[in-house]
Structure formats: structure tokens, C-alpha cells
């Protein structure tokens, strides 16, 4: 196994709260938008306290999971 295909394996693993931290600091060092949970709980008129919980996977269904790709496509993740 090489470096690259370790390192494709090791980030397919990540959760999604993680591939989102990486995303903001990818984001942050680029000077792209967003870079924070607040920031994107500004984007949509949601409270910072919801936006953590469905980041971090607390909430459940098929809302949440709306949210999740809204949250991604917004962040860059698509």
C-alpha cells in the first residue's frame, strides 16, 4: 500500500464532524467562507447550539440529514 492510497483509506474513515473541521481550516487558509459552525449557522438563520448538534451528529432524521448536505455544499464538501 502506498502513502496515498493509506491516506484516501485513513480520510474515507473520518466522521463528518471531522471532514468538516478539516473543510473550515481548509477554508480558513484559503480566505474562503465558511470557516466556523457559526458562520454557517449565520448563512441559514439557524442558532450556533443547533448547527453543533447536527455537525456533531446528536440530531437525528431526515431533517438533520437535509441540513448536513446543505451544510457540506456550503462549506465545499461537494
Known amino acids: 500500500m502506498t502513502l496515498k492510497e493509506s491516506v ?3 480520510l474515507s474513515n473520518l466522521s463528518y464532524k ?18 466556523s ?3 454557517v449557522a449565520e ?3 439557524l ?7 447536527v455537525i ?3 440530531q437525528h432524521g431526515k431533517k438533520s440529514d437535509e441540513w448536513r448536505k ?3 455544499a456550503y462549506a465545499g464538501m461537494e
Do not use: D, H, W
Open 70 to 72: 446543505k451544510f457540506a
Open 18 to 35: 471531522e471532514k468538516m473541521a478539516i473543510q473550515f481550516m481548509r477554508n480558513k487558509s484559503a480566505g474562503l467562507q465558511p470557516t
Open 37 to 39: 459552525q457559526r458562520a
Open 43 to 45: 448563512k441559514f438563520g
Open 56 to 58: 456533531n451528529g446528536k
Open 8 to 10: 484516501v483509506i485513513s
Open 47 to 53: 442558532s450556533a447550539m443547533y448547527v453543533n448538534t
